[in-house]
């Protein structure tokens, strides 16, 4: 049967089983949007196209499937950017489409022309521009494929105007073949068992988990594995909630906030076995001093990730969930005794903790949403101090409970991902914990919210300034406070009330836990202003080119 | 160090730019990249001669790996293989030098493509080590303009 090109856009995506789609109309996606009109398909209108990028992320991280948005060419396209390197940089699946002007006008300079193949190239792990109406329905097989398997990420289809009014038979192809691309999910056999050598000898190891075990659904193996051997586990920030924070055999994150424990323990352990993590230097500090008495397994479905920073000595490449499986089959357990009682000496001494006075306290409220939503909410974060704080201070027993731009650190991120994540899962909690410089970035999509009535809260750690900057100003750049207060800041009580949302100021410690009570009762968008210590800071901190055993801020 | 790397890629559009962004964003020179089509039409090799720390051109053989359209990566560096490139050089010449450049370019089985009162073309083609020498021996005589192919290889296995 003959259809347009626009029709077969619709057909496909109904085949790949899309059900929510995020974007923002425009003159050449016009055949796209009429087609979309009648197509069943649940399609959100944001207010820019950085938010659908963004909604789309939050939604593929909290619901494991792939994200969807859609814009038009030029401006649209490149809005779209900044949303599609944070989700690349995380290995988020999503495809993005993007109108692109008639193939004849290509490369013209034309209205709202711009090469978005070439600006996304390195920001995303495939792109396409569709120039034969024939292959438009593979292309888009293909697209959900790539960005869905592997080390997930970006892909971006390009589509021509007249592409999508040119009409072709629609056949949606059953199986993919792409011969250059061939994921290794199956771990190598004989690297599992010399990675089980060596835990079995092991007198100091550490698990140090990242993104990739929530990506590959290895939690349960994680836990099990766990279960057998006993080997403490530290998490990067996106790999929070891919092992219960409140496990025992947890040290919670590493790294530059990490707790002072998980730092030490690492700094101190004979065998770290990395699982889907990057060594990113945000993790290691001092490259040269990391883990200085430890041997290194790495296991990684992208080849490229293993001794990219740090030399490894047994490189397994393969999925998170199949390597955990071959390795629980083989593993023994490790005579680590010795190594828990040193540990638990570290973790009551340096306990994650704040000064709890009677002020109002960013960590406090982190603390308290913990407690309010009993550790059962989504959570995604905005970048710098109130991501941290939200990272250290609730804990995330679950897998896709924690939603934050890890790699590219973007600004302005957390609430519409905090939209997409609540879209993907109606019945759970979502809170973006903010501050109030970030969530001014992308605070149009309070409409967004509420049109599609989606009850997402949002809690602004108002300290009147760019926290985190501010940090490394008092600390390294003698206080001089370069452009990080913000002395101009618009009431977000009045705010949120004229985007039609709940405002709510909230200045005094005692009133934190009944705002939030109160919050949770509203079924509709609600914004909370919490008034906090404007010069709190986020500790421990591990100043930048340190060992992670050299922190500063450790409260003992 | 110099690596001698073949990449087998899918035979379309935009191909190159994802292979040619990829050692540029880890900052390094390509000194040469050559590409035709093989046996097969709808595969395109690449041969790229590129300059690195053993450590970078890892990772980038890594990340030439992780494109979607590159099919295969082969590491000609260290395995034995037969390169050539073709070179096309404009040389000055007087009636002096004519027979001495001719006789030097008949040493290195280089052909003269065109003959004018004021210069020569003369072709040559080799491995690297010859067209080092060829191109020292021709710059006493005063080279006017070189055209390099660039390098291909392949492997002799």
Redesign the interface.
Known sequence: MKMTGAKIFIEALKKEGVEIMFGYPGGVVLPIFDALYDSGINFILTRHEQGAAHAADGYARATGKVGVCLATSGPGATNLVTGLATANMDSVPIVAFTGQVRTSLIGNDAFQEVDISGITRPISKHNYLVKDINKLATVIKNAFHIASTGRPGVVVVDIPVDIQIQEADFYYPESIEIRGYKPTYNAHIGQIKRACKLIAASKKPVLYVGGGVIISNASGELIEFVKKTEIPVTMTLMGLGAFPGTDKFSLGMLGMHGTAYANHAIHESDLIIAIGARFDDRVTGKIEEFAPHAKIIHIDIDPCAISKNVEVDIPIVGDAKCALRDLLKNVEKPDISGWHKQIEVWKKKYPLTYKDDSKLRPQYVVEEIYNVTKGNAIITTEVGQNQMWAAQFYKYDKPRQFISSGGLGTMGYGFPAAIGAQMGCPKKHVFDIAGDGSIQMNIQELTTAVANKVPVKVAILNNGCLGMVRQWQELFYKKRYSYTILEACPDFVKLAEAYGAVGMRITKKKDVRKAIKDALKIKRPVMMDFRVEPEENVFPMVPAGQAINKMIGVLA | MKKTIAVL??NHF?VL??VS?LFS?RGFNIDSLTVGETEDPTISRMTIVADGDEKTL??VK??L????????VIDLTDEDFVDRELVLVKVKIDNKKRSEILHVADTFQAKIDDVKKENVVIEVTGDQNKIKSFIEMMRSFGIVEIVRTGRIAIGRK
């Open positions: 890629v899918e935009g730019t994802h962004g964003a890892e990772q890594k990340q790996n992780r494109l979607i359209d590159v099919v295969k």
